[in-house]
């Protein structure tokens, strides 16, 4: 059974940082691609970053480039979400997704406020 769980959301203050960490179990996690998505009230969930199999190709929104940052470590089964410099409009509930598998976590919320 594939499952993802996001961990490590929380309350930031703009410009503050946060990580984020996604655990999957149930298939064998090297063999696919991840993302991360995000979903704000009333809006759309969008791509925000995609890492490939063995980490060669990154890519982002251009709404989150040089500030985050994605990256997997194969041996934990783990895909993390790095960000910086965060803003108030970056608040949403961010989720893991294994696009090949259609696999969706239950997302993790992130609130930039002051």
């Known amino acids: 059974q594939v499952q993802l769980v996001e961990s490590g959301g929380g309350l930031v203050q703009p410009g503050g940082s946060l990580r984020l960490s996604c655990a999957a179990s149930g298939f064998t996690f090297s063999s696919y691609a991840m993302s991360w998505y995000r979903q704000a009230p009333g809006k759309e969930r969008e791509r925000v970053a995609y890492?490939?199999?063995?980490?060669?190709?990154?890519n982002y929104a251009d709404s989150v480039k040089g500030r985050f940052t994605i990256s997997r470590d194969n041996a934990k089964n783990t895909v993390n979400l790095q960000m910086n410099s965060l803003k108030p409009e970056d608040t949403a509930i961010y989720y893991c997704h294994a696009p090949t598998l259609g696999s969706w976590g239950q997302g993790t919320q992130v609130t930039v406020s002051s």
């Open positions: 890492i490939s199999r063995i980490s060669v190709t990154t």
